[in-house]
Each structure stands twice: as structure tokens, then as C-alpha cells.
């Protein structure tokens, strides 16, 4: 199988695994034009973890949690840290990144506007320059 064979070195490529693309392998973080999904990142300690990814509009936020909702309804809420909500309002599009437990969702950033999510060391990506990004 020809195909499978390409599929197969895709995923073992370096690209692939390259702490400086993000979510799939893509350059800069993004997932293309997904608005919300899954997927598995390292840990950073040889293991995985599971980490959802939402970009959509602020429709709640308070310092403590923020609501987004995506361009076909999804709408989820995040525990956030203050320092996560600063500079951010109602309205803001944002791109999130969080950790699940349960039916708690945990921010681990939130980056305003349509970059692209980045965690320093997390392997998310890299906005480009000039792009804020709250993590924490």
C-alpha cells in the first residue's frame, strides 16, 4: 500500500514531533480552521495528556472562568487564572487550550484573537510575533 506507506512516515517524521509545531504537527499552532477538538500532546515527561482546543467568542468571563463559543454553536466554559483574564472582555475572539478532569475544564492559555495557542515548553506552538497569550 503505497498510501499507507506515506501515512506512516508522516507521523514519524520530525515534523510531526517537533516541540515548535503545534496540535497535528502545524506550524504556528493551529489546527487549520478547526474550531474546537482534541488531541494528544507529550507531557514532557515521557508520557501524554489529553488536551481539548477551542476558538470561538468570549460570550461569559469573570476572573475566574470564561465561556467561548465557536462559529457553529459549540460553546464550552473554562476555569481560568486571573492573570489569563487580564486585558480580555466579552466579544474578544480567543483561542483556548485546557486539560479535562471530569467535567472540569482547566485553561492552560487562552491567546486573544485567531493565532493560535501557545504554552511555553508545552508544545502548543508559537503565535506569531506580536501575539499576546496569557498561560498559567
Known amino acids: 500500500m503505497a498510501g499507507g506507506g506515506a501515512a506512516v512516515w508522516a507521523a514519524s517524521s520530525s515534523a510531526a514531533t517537533d516541540t515548535q509545531a503545534g496540535p497535528g504537527g502545524m506550524p504556528g499552532g493551529g489546527l487549520g480552521g478547526a474550531l474546537h477538538g482534541e488531541y494528544v500532546a507529550s507531557d514532557g515527561n515521557g508520557g501524554y495528556v489529553t488536551k481539548i482546543m477551542q476558538t470561538g467568542e468570549v460570550t461569559e468571563l469573570s476572573a475566574t472562568s470564561l465561556t467561548a463559543k465557536s462559529d457553529d454553536g459549540f460553546s464550552k466554559t473554562y476555569t481560568i487564572t486571573s492573570a489569563q483574564a487580564t486585558g480580555l472582555a ?13 467535567t472540569t475544564a482547566t485553561a492552560t492559555s487562552v491567546t486573544d484573537g485567531e493565532a493560535g495557542p501557545q504554552a511555553p515548553g508545552g508544545g502548543q506552538g508559537t503565535p506569531p510575533s506580536g501575539a499576546p497569550a496569557r498561560t498559567g
Not at 466579552?90 to 471530569?102: K, L
Open 90 to 102: 466579552t466579544g474578544d475572539t480567543v483561542t483556548v487550550v485546557a486539560t479535562e478532569s471530569g
